[in-house]
């Protein structure tokens, strides 16, 4: 790609994305570089900045890292997104895939390989360099399709409704969940959100 890159960088933590800001801006490859601390606000700066590239972290409050790209994605779908985490899990990395981003990548990653990597994601490449993080617990245990399941009985939604929106029948949603009790050792869907929230998976929406 030619010409000077427009970057966002979205973090709820205003140092990281201020030390990653730092990190970049001497860089003399960005026209520009802005910073967002929710879904709405990237939304927003997306539609004045039009960035090349977004580094979004995961696991932020409210609407998370991964119903934030959905949203990007669905306003422009050819924006270049990377994921940023401290940590991964096999089925995260997955559904990062899945959902469209272009690329997942570790917050530890020093200046120099995040500048290729958002150069290399730019000119359309993908960098998921990032190794999942293995752990010995039921969420790395849990498929990307799961993982979906799981978030989406944190919005509060029916099988009929999940299965809508992930395109499978309610039998099928039924199926997963048996699964997902298991995997999580939990009895009912409430017991399965509130263990998602302890392990990380999830994120308290905002009301």
Known sequence: MSGRKRLLIV?????VSAGIEAMLRAEEGFARIATASSAAEAM???????????????RMPGVDGFSTLELLLERWPHLKIILLSMSATPPEVKLGKRLGAAGYLPKTTNRATLIAMINK??????CFSMEATP???????LTSRELEVVRHLGRGLSNHDIGRSLGISEHTIKSHLKAIFVKLEVSDRAEAVA???EMGMMSVEKL
């Open 135 to 141: 752990e010995n617990s039921p969420q790395a245990e």
């Open 44 to 58: 927003e700066v997306c539609a004045e900045l039009e960035p090349n590239v977004v580094l979004l972290d995961v």
């Open 121 to 126: 994601v730019a000119d359309g490449g993908t």
């Open 195 to 197: 263990r998602a929230y």
């Open 11 to 15: 973090d709820d933590h205003a140092v």
